[in-house]
């Protein structure tokens, strides 16, 4: 499958760019499937919103792309590509391939009928559902995704996907975050477990409707791009890790697309 047939396909030019990330195939075994191909099916259920089963025709066997998509899931692929494709687009605009500094935020979203356990009632938001909560560098670009109950506070979900993204991050130092994540003792639980700075961004006093917050404007933009494909506008997942899984799809296809236009080969 050579050609794009359809928006989400990926171009000559970032197919090379994935290539080369992908795992070493099977030196034995069955016919290997079109792993471009399989990309593209992928990118089109997180496009379109589609279920597996109605992938067209023209894309392998829907039982096949979805059995690739798990089998990478479980060995961690998807993680590896993610992070790579990040710290090489990090390095194209000159920045270090890790960030000191990064935005924390969440989303509330509805979770179809046939949603998984994991799932609650966010007061605040009056959406039963989960919440994806993320932490972005200043390009906007994913960290840590860590999706759970929307009954569960901001500050508590906060510690769930802080507490990943210690070990990984060693230069970080300061994160930016709205006024919600300084309640509860937050910033001084940051500080003593992760050794950071948790800076709160405080809305202007006196001003009503919407305001354009210094950093907290970047993850609202990372999840306005998340949010663009319609497999994101609720979440259809029985299980949450498969939502962060299929969230570090979408970033890889938008920081593809990047290197591509930038012709960064990797």
Known sequence: MSGTNYFSDLSDERW?????????????????????AVLNAILYVL?????????????PKW??????????????VWSVIHDKLRERVRKAVGKKPTPTAAIIDSQTVKTSALGGD?????????????????????????????????????????????NGLRNGYRRLKVMFADSAYGRSGLPEWVRQSCGWILQ?????????????????????RTFDWITAWRRFTRDYERRSDTTETLIRIRMIHLMSRRLAAKKIAI
């Open 16 to 36: 090379e760019i994935l290539r080369k990330l992908l795992p070493p195939r099977a030196p034995c075994g069955r016919l290997p499937l079109d792993r471009r």
């Open 63 to 76: 039982q096949s792309v979805n059995t690739v998509y798990r089998r990478w899931k479980l060995a961690g």
């Open 118 to 162: 994991e799932r609650g009632y966010d007061a605040g938001k009056k959406i039963n559902g989960r919440k994806r909560h993320i932490a972005v560098d200043t390009l906007g670009l994913l960290l840590g995704v860590v999706v759970h109950a929307a009954s569960i506070q901001d500050q508590d979900g906060a510690k769930l996907l802080l």
């Open 200 to 220: 709160t961004v405080l809305r202007p006093v006196g001003i009503k409707g919407l305001v354009i917050l210094p950093k907290r404007w970047i993850v609202e």
């Open 47 to 59: 496009w379109t919103g589609c279920q597996w089963r109605a992938l067209p025709r023209d894309f």
